[in-house]
């Protein structure tokens, strides 16, 4: 059957006319930016606290009287915590500051040869405890609120369970719960970075480079979806360049992927192990520090937030915790966006900060 053309020469030509303005006023543009223009992470901050590499940030108050329960962030040990604060319009931190809220974050800092032998206890019982203690003596409290950002999220429910009299309220934002949730329904489009890292003879890898290079941890977050994360996006860029906004919100992204810590090679290998590989959190199999992380030890209400159109850490991982847990206050968050989108998309600036802050205030 054969289709009629629609693209007539005139309309090529004008085409083709359009896009070299375009390009030509985008490299104009391109030209006059420095990297140091290039800025993510802005909200004001003071570090209050420091261990070893570990920074601990309180970002500075918006509001008179900010809600009285600190919030402490924990994010992941791979990439850089500014996803949470990439520009000022579209910044989860700033927009709980504009709440009320008194949020904490951890900068776990990032390892160098010497720092291979890092374990998971290290950073739970030990990095993210002490930070947790610090801010209680500061505020005077016996508990504080602890959010978890992705695999910084599987940290904080392992922490959590282990030290529930500490933590007031857990929130939790896309994190990985049950890494084998496809199973039960053989699902083919789960994520694919579960389904391969359970192939991943990750003795092997740890053994011949020490600490995974964020270069190759990027590298593999970009093959789940390799046409649309490392061919379209860039050609998608031609239709920006000439509009500077759009350009720098572009740049902002890119260097905030491209400039992520390489991660302690024995910490990364019990998280492939015990969690992608086993699966061992749901099965209360995980030992940090000689202690069982049992998730029925999460009394404290959960607020589970994810992301419905997530293709790095699917909807179904995540929100298998409610099976689990020890708390008949559990609350689920759904967010129209992918895993990134999650928190810098414009829908997310109107819900996300503000069903996390409404939630924590229910629970004062």
Known sequence: MAFPIQITPDKAIHELTEINKKIVKGIEQLSTIKEDDVQVGTTPKETVFEYGKLKLYRYKPV?????????????????????????????????LLKEGIDVYLIEWGDPTRKDRWLTLDDYVNDFLDTCVDFIREQHGL??????????????????AALHPDKIKNLVLTVTPIDFHADEEHEELDFGLLFKWARHLDIDVMIDAVGNPPAELLNFSFMLVRPMSLNVRKYTDMVNILDNERALMNFLRMEKWLFEGPDSAGEAYREFVKNFFQQNKLVKNEIELGGQRVDLGNLTMPILNCYANQDNLVPPKCTVALGKYVGTDDYTELEIPAGHIGFYVSGKSQKLLAPGIAAWLKERA
């Open 63 to 95: 509001v008179e009287k900010p809600f009285k329960i600190p919030l402490l962030f924990s994010y992941a040990l791979v990439n850089r915590f500014m996803v949470a604060d990439l520009q000022e319009d579209r910044s989860l931190i700033r927009n």
């Open 142 to 159: 016996d508990q504080i609120n602890l959010l978890g950002i992705c695999q910084g999220g599987t940290l904080a429910t392992c922490y």
